[in-house]
């Protein structure tokens, strides 16, 4: 500052410093002995409701934004729902459609729903072969032996064995019209349809005590039976479901002679309107037909029949060769109709 005129003494006082940065204007004072430092980091305040503690290394959020809003807002019209979060499940389908088909990736096959442990091999078939086991101690000394199969799909492949679950005195004093339990069994040895055939008459003169066949699969659920209805000339079985609901029906020759060729039982529609597959006994050959009853027979039906009834008919086909085809001490039974 210049002097004065005069040289006398100075006008102004000294020039002080610039005050200290708290003091200036537009700041409070400093604060005071006895407030805590705030929580967060230097120089911000407390973090703002609805955020957890900062992460190391990390200052507070700045204050003035509200908590997060939780989950996702609605879709903007036009747009879908937005993608699951990274470790959760597909979102609901849209109302009116099902759930999403299940994906075959990887290389596994997933279970087909609703079908019987073990019977899934029957989904895409449409025709089986059941081939009956020769017995040499049946054959040769006509003592009855139990019946043994192996059942085939239509390319030759095994599929599932079945044997017969009787004793000697019921078999030999029975004959074909013995009650029998029978296993059928995969090719890993585990029964996945048992049969029940209880001890009933054949013939047409008994209307009241006609042959009945039991399939469960697995052993103890109920999935149909095959049941004989009278009549004379032509045999008739009527294939049902577990709740006795007529599922098909079956109808065989008059002849059930098996002379150099194929004997027919026609599997119908419920209401014998249309015919929708069939199971034949096949001509063997001369000599085990003459001296052995070891039978072949072949099953077609609707590739997408219901594989309860697909092995319902299985059943009719055993019960079928029992009334008809099982020898009896190396004797035919073959005759006409339900007369024999």
Same mark, same amino acid.
């Given at each position: 500052m210049a002097a004065p005129y005069g =040289?006398?003494? *100075?006008?102004?006082?000294?020039a002080q410093g610039a005050p200290p940065?708290?003091?200036?204007? @537009?700041?409070?004072?400093?604060? !005071?002995?006895?407030?805590?430092?705030?929580?967060? /980091?230097? =120089?911000?305040? /407390?973090?703002?409701? =609805?955020?957890?503690?900062?992460?190391? !290394?990390?200052?507070?959020?700045?204050?003035?934004?509200?908590a *997060?809003?939780?989950?996702?807002?609605?879709?903007?019209? @036009?747009? =879908?729902?937005?993608?699951?979060?990274?470790?959760?499940?597909?979102?609901?389908?849209? *109302?009116?459609?099902?759930?999403?088909?299940?994906?075959?990736?990887?290389?596994?096959?997933?279970q087909a729903l609703n079908v019987p442990p073990g019977l899934e091999s029957l989904l895409h078939v449409d025709s089986l072969l059941v081939k009956q086991k020769v017995e040499l101690m049946e054959a040769i000394f006509g003592c009855e032996g139990k019946n043994k199969y192996k059942i085939k799909d239509s390319a030759g492949r095994e599929l599932f064995k079945a044997k017969e679950d009787t004793d000697c005195c019921t078999r030999n004093f029975?004959?074909?019209?013995?009650?029998? %339990?029978?296993?059928?069994? %995969?090719?890993?040895?585990n029964e996945i349809i048992h049969l029940y055939r209880p001890l009933r008459c054949t013939s047409c003169f008994c209307p009241c005590f006609l042959q009945v066949l039991e399939v469960h699969?697995?052993? @103890?659920?109920l999935i149909g039976t095959v049941e004989q209805e009278w009549s004379i000339c032509e045999p008739?079985?009527?294939?049902? $479901?577990?709740?006795?609901?007529?599922?098909?029906?079956?109808?065989?020759?008059?002849c059930t002679f098996s002379i150099c060729g194929s004997v027919e039982f026609k599997v119908m529609s419920p209401d014998g309107s249309s015919e929708v597959g069939k199971i034949s006994k096949e001509w063997s050959g001369f000599l085990k037909e003459t001296f052995t009853d070891? $039978?072949?027979?072949?099953?077609?039906?609707?590739?997408d029949l219901d594989v309860r009834m697909k092995a319902v008919l299985l059943g009719a086909?055993?019960?079928? $060769?029992?009334?008809?085809?099982?020898?009896?001490?190396?004797?035919?039974? $073959?005759?006409?109709?339900?007369?024999?």
């Open positions: =040289g006398g003494a *100075p006008m102004y006082p000294p940065v708290m003091q200036q204007p @537009g700041y409070g004072p400093p604060p !005071g002995a006895g407030y805590p430092p705030p929580g967060g /980091a230097p =120089g911000y305040g /407390a973090p703002a409701p =609805g955020y957890g503690a900062p992460a190391p !290394g990390y200052g507070a959020p700045a204050p003035g934004y509200g *997060p809003a939780p989950g996702y807002g609605a879709p903007a019209p @036009g747009y =879908g729902a937005p993608p699951p979060a990274p470790g959760y499940g597909a979102p609901p389908p849209a *109302p009116g459609y099902g759930p999403p088909a299940p994906q075959m990736g990887g290389g596994t096959q997933m029975c004959g074909p019209n013995r009650p029998f %339990d029978m296993e059928i069994c %995969d090719m890993g040895e699969s697995p052993p @103890g659920n008739k079985y009527s294939v049902k $479901d577990a709740e006795g609901n007529v599922a098909l029906t079956i109808e065989g020759p008059i070891a $039978d072949i027979f072949g099953i077609n039906f609707p590739v086909c055993m019960l079928i $060769d029992f009334n008809f085809f099982e020898k009896s001490k190396n004797e035919e039974n $073959d005759g006409i109709g339900m007369l024999n």
